[in-house]
């Protein structure tokens, strides 16, 4: 498969705990973004980078979500002390410049 | 990017053509308009993409209005499996997704 990949698709934390995600994009892909969505919304935008340059940061991200994209390839996503308000899907996606965008399947971030 | 407004819900009869509308007033000049649809449980997936010209693919036909202020997504016959929730983007830098138009297909 030569898709958008994301690990792990589910993981389930207790309140407190870090957790981190990693997103795999097509390997031509220059962008690759970083969208969160929960029940009945859309995808809401956190941060897109452009190679290993992160070029946009959403104003809603709290400092505990840091994203990192360190050789231009593959992207973790980490959020620190995780809350219940954290339990979402995060999806990851990568395109050609700002050309069509391909999803991954996402993570389901559960936390209790 | 620019902002969107699209209907919360729409709903079309098997086989039948449905139109989706976007209002997106406050587009620049070299933003694309993007549609991208995406199934229960699924992650978002490109349908269609242009900047001034209507534009056909496979899956849809996309009529851009000559101000370019809104768009239309055409499906010509809607199938069961196109219900999905449909958003329209005005795209630039980082996509930002609306609240979409969730699309019923009634047999």
């Known amino acids: 498969d030569t898709g958008v990949s994301q690990n792990p698709r589910h993981k389930i934390t207790k309140r407190g705990q870090n957790v981190t995600f990693r997103c795999d994009p097509i390997s031509e892909h220059n962008r690759l973004y970083w969208y969160r969505q929960t029940l009945g919304q859309g995808p809401e935008f956190l941060t897109y980078?452009?190679?290993?340059?992160?070029?946009?940061k959403s104003r809603l991200l709290s400092d505990r979500f840091s994203a990192e994209r360190p050789k231009g390839s593959f992207s973790t996503l980490e959020i620190q002390r995780t809350e219940q308000g954290d339990s979402a899907m995060y999806l990851c996606?990568?395109?050609?410049?700002?050309?069509?965008?391909?999803f991954g399947q996402g993570t389901r971030l559960t936390v209790v | 990017d620019a902002k969107t407004t699209q209907p919360n819900s729409m709903e079309s009869n098997e086989e039948e053509p449905v139109h989706l509308p976007c209002n997106h007033s406050?587009?620049?000049?070299?933003?694309?308009i993007h549609w991208y649809r995406q199934l229960p449980s699924q992650g978002p997936e490109y349908v269609i993409h242009g900047l001034t010209s209507n534009v056909n693919n496979r899956m849809a036909s996309l009529a851009i209005a000559e101000d370019r202020k809104s768009s239309t997504l055409i499906l010509h016959r809607a199938t069961l499996r196109d219900a999905a929730v449909y958003y329209c983007?005005?795209?630039?830098?980082?996509?930002?997704f609306g609240a979409g138009t969730r699309l019923t297909v009634k047999p």
């Open positions: 983007i005005g795209a630039r830098s980082g996509m930002r």
């Open positions: 406050t587009i620049s000049g070299t933003d694309y």
């Open positions: 996606a990568s395109s050609l410049g700002s050309g069509v965008a391909f």
């Open positions: 980078f452009q190679n290993e340059a992160q070029l946009e």
